[in-house]
């Protein structure tokens, strides 16, 4: 039965005419609804209580950021209904997610990507002086505020993020994010903090431009490996027309070592941000292509997450050196046999 279908808080219903249902997750339900006294629409939030046992923690984390947060491109938790389900009252985003609205562009310029990416690091700037890393940036989690030509991009979906004070910023440990927009110290299992986010928006920059991802395989290990070792490439003919102030950028975010790694403000202010060096030559057809060839490619990995990748390599790991013992000892065996 939907959730959306069983009795409400009389709280909600008495504030609230409640409409269609946008979205089903797994454990969730997320409704249209109007304020009555001003007409303001919300998206409210229906989350099954019982379906999240065990994952409580991540909900009263993102709970918890949401309640912290107020930023015009950070999606925001107006209000909070706790009775047998749990109701959030969001504001409602109906722009959709970043790559679709590129794709059903007729225009798409450098430009517009700067503007993209300036706003990103805007929210990313402030969540990092908030202590609030989100250690899940990627595509999905930018959505369009409204279907608007000119609407601004949002950063939602906080369930990986992570609050910590100035001492303990750089000392997260916890394996997690999305394979391909996971930074390499993450993968290393190395001390990491806000520079993680920071990477992010490298690899979302350099999709915008190209229409592809930097790293890419099948192969989680591969991928990884990939990553760790920051191998990627501005090919031909794709970059061809890209400016090498963009190149630049990209490269001060993708760089390696976290601690020589721009922050949102040194990002903020490179020239293809902050000096109008980003070009303003369509490049719709190129990039929208290629986005589609990606996201045929990538739609079984959206649902994987960094940890569960790692812990999948550690088993299939551990399942080829037990192989590798056993055929050694029957060489062994073999070899000792008269």
Not at 150 to 171: A, H, N, R, Y
Not at 289 to 310: D, E, F, P, Y
Request: charge should be negative; include cysteine; glycine fraction near 4%.
């Amino acid at each position: 039965m939907p959730l959306f279908s069983k009795k409400h808080d009389a709280r909600v219903t008495a504030k609230y005419n409640l409409k269609e249902v946008l979205g089903k997750g797994a454990f969730s339900e997320v409704v249209k609804a109007e304020e009555k006294a001003t007409g303001t629409e919300v998206a409210i939030k229906i989350i099954d209580k019982k379906s999240l046992k065990g994952k409580e923690e991540a909900l009263q984390n993102e709970i918890a950021v949401l309640q912290k947060v107020n930023h015009p491109n950070v999606v925001r938790l107006f209000e909070l209904y706790d009775d047998k389900n749990r109701l959030s009252v969001m504001e409602l985003v109906t722009g959709g997610e970043l790559f679709d609205r590129i794709i059903s562009k007729g225009s798409y310029t450098e430009k517009d990507a700067s503007s993209l990416i300036r706003q990103v690091l805007e929210a990313l700037e402030y969540l990092h002086s908030l202590g609030i890393v989100h250690r899940d940036l990627k595509p999905e989690n930018l959505l369009y505020f409204s279907p608007s030509d000119d609407s601004k991009i949002m950063v939602s979906d906080f369930g990986l993020s992570k609050m910590q004070d100035d001492e303990q910023m750089d000392q997260l440990g916890t394996a997690c994010g999305t394979p391909g927009y996971v930074a390499p110290e993450v993968l290393r299992r190395k001390p990491y903090g806000k520079a993680v986010d920071v990477w992010s928006v490298g690899v979302i920059s350099y999709i915008l431009l190209c229409g592809y991802p930097p790293f890419y395989s099948e192969n989680d290990s591969e991928l990884f490996k990939q990553i760790m070792k920051g191998e990627y490439e501005f090919d031909s003919p794709y970059w061809d027309n890209i400016s090498d102030s963009a190149k630049d950028f990209i490269s001060h975010l993708m760089e390696l070592d976290p601690k020589k790694r721009y922050d949102c403000e040194q990002a903020l202010t490179h020239p293809w941000i902050a000096a109008d060096k980003a070009r303003d030559v369509n490049i719709h057809e190129s990039v929208s292509a290629q986005m589609r060839k990606s996201a045929a490619k990538l739609k079984w990995k959206k649902a994987m997450l960094v940890a569960a990748a790692i812990k999948m390599m550690q088993i299939s790991s551990q399942e080829h050196k037990h192989q590798e013992t056993q055929e050694q000892e029957q060489q062994d065996s073999a070899s000792a046999a008269p």
